[in-house]
């Protein structure tokens, strides 16, 4: 489903991240992992528009990214959350979510959210906000505003707007970043369902429990460079990754 073809991303003279090549195959699990300052959310920026990259392509179904705008993203059935909560924080919880799921059918959310779009349909929108209120835990929640949630219910609002439009194609960036024991086993639970639902996620994520407890395949980057590819038990076995991601002894 996506492909990352010999991506190279520079900042000024550095170069953050080299000739990176991968892919994703459809409804799998593939996590990007590495120590800090590998590359890997710069390589989620390089895939979504955020950054731009020196060389190479980024490829969704055949069809090529680079030249497409971040909000076009979404249009092409990909969906991200950010390390750094991303919310509308003068909206609602119920209004976040609404927005993902507007976007992906190319309306104006703001004559959406005043209802001078006559032609949207309302009913499907909120029953879509229902559903991704229900398996994120979160539907008495959705009148609250952002400033009065604590940071684990934060991240499963954004967790819920990513999915609200439906997208072939999610990528989390950290999703249990902050999260208690008991947090990080219901984002498991949630990425899991997403699969089950036909989902395909590319995450990158620090918690190597919750990684090799739902990944498909794992690419480890070092230095902006790829070091090592395969399943959770290849990698966990490769000397290579050992010796830079886990360490040695």
């Known amino acids: 489903m996506l492909q990352i073809k010999d991506v ?27 120590p800090n300052g590998a590359g890997k959310t710069t390589v989620f920026n390089a ?22 705008n971040t909000n076009q993203m ?46 949207f349909d309302q009913g499907e929108a909120f029953a879509r906000v229902m559903e991704v209120a229900d398996m994120m835990h979160i ?22 707007r990513a999915m609200a439009s439906d997208p072939q194609l999610i990528l989390f960036d950290e999703p249990a970043a902050g999260l208690t024991n008991e947090e990080t086993k219901e984002v498991i639970d949630v990425i899991k369902l997403l699969q089950n639902k036909g989902k395909t996620i590319l995450l990158v994520e620090h918690d190597m429990n919750l990684v090799m407890k739902v ?6 980057m070092n230095f902006g460079e790829k ?14 990754v050992i010796k830079v991601y886990l360490g040695s002894h």
């Open 8 to 34: 190279t991303v520079k900042f000024g003279g550095l170069t953050a991240v080299k000739n990176m090549n991968f892919e994703v195959k459809k409804n799998e699990i593939h996590s990007l992992i590495g």
């Open 215 to 220: 990944s498909d395949r794992i690419t480890v």
């Open 227 to 240: 070091i090592a590819e395969g399943t959770p038990q290849e990698v966990a076995n490769n000397p290579e």
């Open 47 to 68: 895939i979504t528009g955020v950054v731009d990259t020196a060389a190479g392509d980024v490829l969704l179904n055949g069809k090529s990214l680079i030249s497409l």
């Open 139 to 160: 539907r008495e929640r959705l009148g609250s505003f952002p400033d009065q949630l604590p940071y684990g219910i934060l991240k499963r609002v954004e967790l819920a």
């Open 74 to 119: 979404i249009y092409q059935g990909l969906a991200r959350t950010f390390q750094n909560l991303q919310l509308f924080r003068f909206m609602s919880v119920y209004e976040n979510i609404y927005a993902g799921y507007v976007h992906n059918y190319k309306k104006s959310f703001i004559s959406v959210f005043f209802k001078q779009n006559a032609s």
